[in-house]
């Protein structure tokens, strides 16, 4: 069982950064591929960026690409999410989750744990 802890969430103005951390527990966090995905009030969760175990491949919605980094240090099992130039639109519930089978994915379907998330509020 892996239990995943987001921080780093808050209020921020439009044009402005956050940077948020998934911690894992245990130390099989290395073998897992792991990504961040967002739900905004009354609508679907959505992929948001993914990295694989080593962090040599990422991935990002088309939305977030050149605003958002997200990256991972294996030796404090930790993953980031920097963002910056952030929109109202980015405003949403951000998860993490951890894929313990295979390559980053966009899909939700293929993350086995999920943590319960860090609220972002972006205001215009």
């Known amino acids: 069982q892996v239990q995943l802890v987001e921080s780093g969430g808050g209020l921020v103005q439009a044009g402005g950064s956050l940077r948020l951390s998934c911690a894992a527990s245990?130390?099989?966090?290395?073998?897992?591929?792991m990504g961040w995905f967002r739900q905004a009030p009354g609508k679907e969760r959505d992929f948001v960026a993914a990295?694989?175990?080593?962090?040599?491949?990422?991935y990002y919605a088309d939305s977030v690409k050149g605003r958002f980094t997200i990256s991972r240090d294996n030796a404090k099992s930790t993953m980031y999410l920097q963002m910056n130039s952030l929109k109202p639109e980015d405003t949403a519930v951000y998860y993490c989750?951890?894929?313990?089978?295979?390559?980053?994915?966009?899909?939700?379907?293929?993350?086995?744990?999920w943590g319960r998330g860090t609220q972002v509020t972006v205001s215009s």
């Open positions: 245990g130390h099989t966090f290395r073998y897992y591929a």
């Open positions: 989750a951890a894929d313990t089978v295979g390559l980053p994915s966009r899909s939700s379907d293929e993350y086995d744990y």
């Open positions: 990295i694989s175990r080593t962090g040599g491949t990422t």
